[in-house]
Nanobody, 118 residues
Framework: VQLVESGGGSVQIGGSLRLSCEASGNLFSESSMGWFRQAAGKEREGVASIRTSGTITVYDTSVKGRFTISKDNAKNTLYLQMNSLKPGDTAMYYC????????????WGQGTQVTVSS
């Protein structure tokens, strides 16, 4: 079982990035998926999640209207489109899988860094 994030980088305020998370095996098709982030010196927080079916998404209020979570089941890939980025979005971003929707994100990727600066 493996989750591999990509797409992070440095961007100016107001810019956009799209994060990707590729999952191996059957994990993706049997899991709710989520994006989390952890800024330096802060606790990890949930950013967005999507149900296995892909029909239900949930966003943290801090990103609602700016970020979009989506999934491509054919590619076993989760995405996070991030627009109107702010310095407060600077963090390490992780994708995670909640296998069989057990309310337990037990599988995690290694993270990808997003830095937003002026």
């Amino acid at each position: 079982v493996q989750l591999v994030e990509s797409g992070g980088g440095s961007v100016q305020i107001g810019g956009s990035l799209r994060l990707s998370c590729e999952a191996s095996g059957n994990l993706f098709s049997e899991s709710s998926m989520g994006w989390f982030r952890q800024a330096a010196g802060k606790e990890r927080e949930g950013v967005a999640s999507i149900r296995t079916s892909g029909t239900i998404t949930v966003y943290d209020t801090s990103v609602k209207g700016r970020f979009t979570i989506s999934k491509d089941n054919a590619k076993n890939t989760l995405y996070l489109q991030m627009n109107s980025l702010k310095p407060g979005d600077t963090a390490m971003y992780y994708c995670a899988a909640d296998w069989c929707e057990r309310a337990d994100f037990g599988y995690w990727g290694q993270g990808t860094q997003v830095t937003v600066s002026s």
